[in-house]
Every structure is written in C-alpha cells, then in structure tokens.
C-alpha cells in the first residue's frame, strides 16, 4: 500500500508525501512522486492531513459495547426524573424485555437536592426488573424486583449499591451470551475505528485472555483495533498459572495488557479517597480504599515480579498518595489510573518514580460541577493536567468509556479547552496544547519502521484550534467534530468515509 500526495501533520513546511506500507508495519516516506507505487494499491490523500493513529489507553469495551444500548439516563437532574425515564422505558419495552432486567445508565446523582430509593423506583417500574448505573460506574440504583431477583440483601430502602456490590451486581445483570456481546464488541470497534482509533487497552472485568482470543477468531483477518487486555485481582493468580503477562500475544494485534486493581472510589459517588472531607456532605465522609494497603502492596509486587506491568485506578488525593508510596518502596513503575486529585507534595513524585498518569480530560468537563462542590476548597488541584506536564510526569489519555465516549477527540478537545456546550472553560490554567494532547493520545510516528497505523483528516487540527483563536467553545467543538476520512489500523484499513 502506498498512500501519496499526504500532508504530514505537524511538519515544518506543507511539501506532500508518499507513505509505503508493507504488512503492518511503514517502509518509506518521501515526497510524493518519489515511491514506486507498480504493484501497490495506491490511497490518494489528495492533500489530506496524515497523523499517527490514535490510541484510547483505558476502555471497558465490553461495559462500552453494551452501554450503547441502554436507556440514557445522563438528562436526569433528579432523582424522580431519573425513575421518570426508566419508567417510561418499561412501558415503551415491557413486551420484548422477555423477563431480561432493563438497564438505564449515565446519572449523575452529585448534584441531587432528592434521595433514591426503591419506593420511588419501584412506583415508576413496577414488577419490571431495573437496574440504573451512575455515569462514573462506581454506584447503581436498582428496585425492588431486581433486588428480590439477585438476592441482594441489606439495600431494601435506598436500592443504592457502590463500589465491589455495584461492580458484582452490574456483570450478573448485564450478562449477555458471548456471541450478542462480541458482535456488539465489534460494532463499537469500527465505530471507534470510524473516530481514528488503532488501538484500546481493554479493562473490563472479565477474564480477558480468553474473551480476547474469541473474538479475534471470530473475524476475518486481524480484529479492527489494536487491543491489549487487563486482568483483575479476581483473575490474578489464573492469569499467571495460564503463563500469562503483559505482552503475551493472544491473537495477531491482540496482546496482555496491565494488571488493574481498583483501590478507591469515585468523586460523583463521594467514594474515592480523600486527605480532608467531602464538603457538604455530613459528617466526616473522606471515601475509603477498597483494599489493605498491605494487600495492594502485596499484589502489586506478586504481579509485577509476574511480569505484568501495573494500573492502579487512583482518584482521591490520599489513594494517590498511598499509592505512590507503595510504588516508590517496592521501586514499580506502571500507570495511576485518573490521578483526579493530586496532594501539592504528590505532583513531582510521578516523575521522580517514573509512574504514567493515565487521565480522561473529559471527565473534568463531565464533573465541574460536582467538583466545585465537593471538592470546591481543592479544585485548583483537582484534574489538573497542565501541573502534571510541567511537573515532568508522563501523560496518556483515555476515556474510561461508558464513562466518557470511546472517541480520543472529545478528550483531545477537553484536555485543550476545558469545556463544551459553549461554557466558559473551567480552570483552563490547566490546559494542554493541541501538540500535547496528540502526543499523549498516540504511540507511533508517521516514519519508517513504525507501525502502519495511520489516521487521515478532512481538516487540519491545528488550522481550526488557530481559526477559533480565544473562543475555546468553538476550538472545543471543532476538535469534537473532527472528520476522520481514513484509518490504517496494523497496515489494513479499518474506516474510509463515503465522502
């Protein structure tokens, strides 16, 4: 394959070049006319912008694929409303629901004056079994009927489950049989495709080896994405007894990713783990670890020594400060997973240690405003991306889809301007630059011997973030809206727009 007449992305000057692919994998790249394209089939960029592929470094795909398909919950600014959508729901599915639970997703219940409870849910549902997950996925709200059908005990008033109950209820109930889920699996991938994306590092909870090998044999040639899956506390000891580790190559393009361990919760479910209080909430509520730390520590080292590099979930300044402790006595390197809330001491530390910060700019958007609640005396630390840079840590960017969308421009587009909807940025001192948030979003270069995996625009970044100027509404939509003409995921196109 040879792509000619391409405008490399971020180059000195607007001089075009040709691209040769051979496998998966760059050969050449010279000015256009200089390849010889006999024998190859030839991509006509047509002075299109040419850019590395783009890499979405924290995914629940299977939680994502699904999450597609639930009722959309993400409008309700109550509690009430909130039963209000689901009831209609029952009663627009209730004949083709077939006894299944029927599953709502995408609240935010942060900023509710009103309380959850089964009597309120149950009044808008009935017998029908429901479960309603929070947009962060750390706390569900279920009814009466889903409680009595999975046993659950202990939450018959509020209905309310969080953290490991949230997590053990919301897999038993949005269980579907493996070939609906894969086929769904796969669908989001050439969406994600569709949106420049080349590759996922896959942390769902499941046992990822073996879901991972059947799907890529489930498709014709190599599978869509560039995929490399996690594996869980749970799944740890089996994972290593199988001879399994990080790098180890399930299926072509579809490799073992990190080990992930949850250790606190989330800021909208006032769980992740705090150094002061939550403000407005009463009592003295700072969230909690899910996990000893001397267990953490335990199975950090069991799986780095395992050979599986590490991804530790992190939002509160205290889990980020114990977390780096623990790192930084057993020497780990690996990844902090959100890193949301960053104590003033803690910032240089992920340098000095050598810990990535895996953070999703969009959830800064997404949670402004419970931020400037809960966490309104600490918000000028809170996400806070530009303080990260300059503090020598290293930075990739993801969505933690269903939380955020599976598309690296929406988080782009946060990391750059700190807004959406046509609000005013908030805390944009802690901005990225586009060159940045590109860099952070992508693995490769556009040069010989890198992977082939490409991405063609219909519009230059960087020319609509200048054309914007100050307006950062218009930059944030702009890069939102980014069109993606072509992706090379493993040197086969995965996406080619009509147009």
Not at 192 to 220: C, F, H, K, Q, T
Request: net charge negative; proline share 4%; charged share 20%.
């Amino acid at each position: 394959m040879i792509i000619t007449h391409a405008t490399l992305y971020g180059g000195s000057d607007r001089a075009l070049v040709d691209i040769a692919v051979e496998g998966d994998a760059i050969v050449a790249v010279g000015p256009t006319g200089s390849l010889d394209t006999a024998g190859h089939e030839v991509i006509d960029a047509d002075s299109r912008v040419v850019m590395p592929g783009l890499w979405d470094e924290h995914v629940h795909c299977g939680l994502w694929a699904q999450r597609r398909r639930w009722v959309d919950l993400s409008s309700a600014s109550s509690a009430a409303e909130a039963a209000a959508i689901m009831g209609d729901a029952v009663r627009e599915q209730a004949k083709t629901l077939g006894g299944a639970v029927l599953i709502g997703a995408g609240y935010r219940d942060g900023l509710w004056t009103d309380q959850k409870s089964t009597a309120l849910l149950d009044s808008a549902t009935g017998d029908v079994p429901v479960l309603l997950l929070s947009v962060d996925v750390h706390s569900c709200w279920v009814n009466t009927a889903t409680l009595r059908a999975f046993a659950v005990t202990g939450h018959d008033v509020d209905g309310s489950l969080s953290e490991q109950e949230c997590f053990d209820l919301t897999v038993a109930v949005g269980s579907v049989d493996d070939n609906t889920l894969d086929a769904w699996t796969l669908e989001a991938a050439h969406a994600a495709a569709a949106r420049g994306v080349v590759g996922i590092v896959d942390l769902d909870m499941a046992y990822n080896s073996v879901v991972w090998r059947r799907r890529a044999a489930g498709v014709e040639g190599r599978y869509p994405l560039r995929v490399e899956a996690g594996v869980y506390p749970q799944h740890l000891e089996r994972a290593i007894a199988d001879g399994l580790h990080s790098g180890y190559e399930l299926a072509p393009g579809i490799s073992m990713g990190p080990f992930k361990i949850i250790t606190d919760g989330s800021l909208n479910t006032r769980t992740a783990h705090c150094v002061e209080p939550y403000l407005g909430v009463e009592g003295d509520v700072r969230g909690g670890m899910n996990f000893d730390v001397p267990e953490i520590e335990r199975l950090l080292v069991r799986a780095h020594r395992s050979g599986f590099s590490l991804a530790v979930h992190a939002i509160g300044d205290e889990a980020n400060r114990l977390i780096l402790d623990v790192m930084e006595a057993n020497g780990l390197g690996g990844r902090i997973e959100h890193a949301q809330l960053v104590r003033d001491a803690d910032f240089v530390r992920f340098a000095q240690i050598g810990v990535i910060a895996s953070v999703q700019p969009e959830h800064a958007v997404d949670d402004r405003d419970v931020t400037d609640v809960y966490w309104a005396d600490r918000a000028d630390r809170a996400f806070a991306l530009r303080r990260l840079v300059d503090s020598g840590a290293t930075l990739i960017l993801g969505s933690d889809a269903p939380v955020a969308p599976l598309d690296p421009w929406v988080s782009i587009a946060a990391a750059i301007t700190r807004t959406r909807d046509g609000r005013e940025p908030w805390h944009p001192e802690q901005a990225l630059t586009l060159e940045e948030a590109i860099s952070f979003s992508t693995r490769s270069t556009v040069a010989p011997g890198q992977p082939a995996d490409l991405v063609i625009l219909d519009a230059d970044p960087r020319w609509l973030v200048d054309a914007c100027g100050a307006n950062a509404a218009a930059a944030s939509d702009a890069v939102r809206n980014m069109p993606v003409w072509m992706t090379i995921s493993q040197g086969v196109v995965t996406h080619r727009s009509s147009s």
